[in-house]
């Protein structure tokens, strides 16, 4: 099962490199949101202008929600893109006798591992 999946790997590269690096980058982003709303000193400096010092972090909040939400959406989209792109690989997989459970098994272990190494290159 385990050389299944290392072969699909090997296979379709490709896209799960781009799988790995857009979502690295992602998450490479929402690190740095983070880290700005933690700066208390960027914050001071800000707020010395003005009476909007709370305003700034609440924004930094939504705008790192909504790339976490993005970045959810984009990966569901990108694997469903590559199982689409792969379907007649699967078909065959099935005529030849390869149980559902296993084909299913062998995609979450796909996906698992390429989130991983996009959270590992993000982080």
């Known amino acids: 099962m385990w ?3 290392k072969t699909d790997l090997h296979r379709h590269r490709g896209m799960h490199q ?4 857009v979502l690295g ?3 490479a982003m929402m690190y740095a949101v983070a880290a700005l709303i933690e700066a208390q000193p960027l914050l001071n400096k800000i707020g010395q202008g003005s009476n909007m010092t709370s305003l700034f972090p609440a924004a930094l ?20 893109l590559l199982i689409a792109r792969r379907e ?3 078909q065959l997989y099935r005529r030849l ?3 559902q459970w296993r084909l299913n098994f062998s995609l979450v272990g796909e996906t698992l ?8 290159g993000g982080s």
């Open 3 to 5: 050389t299944q999946i």
């Open 25 to 27: 980058i992602l998450v």
């Open 113 to 120: 591992i390429s989130g991983c190494a996009a959270w590992q």
């Open 61 to 80: 909040v939504v705008v790192l929600v909504v790339m976490m939400l993005f970045s959810v959406m984009f990966m569901v989209y990108l694997n469903g």
């Open 88 to 90: 007649h690989e699967f």
């Open 18 to 21: 781009l799988f790995a690096i």
């Open 97 to 99: 006798g390869m149980p």
